[in-house]
């Protein structure tokens, strides 16, 4: 059995657990926030038999789509260190992070 985390845009996530759901998975949705944007993100935990994994990242990567999108990064103003301003930069963003675990044990209470 696997574990599956899947980190997405917030965006696809609603898509992403239909069509999860409709395949037959399981989906449990966490909020969560990015580092570098800190904007809103959703991590899927998917729990999938060996023979289900391929068939579950298909979907995963069928329905998160990176795309461009302009930023606000900080840069520093007039040399001191707790002036900062911010201009736009063009980020790839969405996709899906996906990390995949083997499950030891899994219990259904």
Do not use: W, Y
């Not at 063009?90 to 499950?103: D, Q, R, Y």
Request: overall charge neutral; glycine content about 10%.
């Amino acid at each position: 059995m696997k574990l599956i985390i899947a980190i997405v845009q917030d965006e696809d996530a609603n898509r992403l657990i239909s069509e999860l759901m409709n395949g037959g998975f399981r989906v449990t949705k966490l909020a969560s926030t990015g580092g570098f944007l800190r904007a809103g993100n959703t991590t899927l935990l998917i729990g999938v038999e060996d023979a289900q994994l391929d068939a579950c990242l298909k979907v995963v990567e069928k329905v998160s789509h990176s795309r461009r999108q302009l930023a606000a990064a900080p840069s520093p103003v007039g040399g001191g260190a707790s002036s900062f301003t911010s201009f736009p930069i063009e980020v790839t963003v969405g996709g899906a992070t996906v990390f995949v675990l083997s499950v030891e044990q899994f219990i259904k209470i």
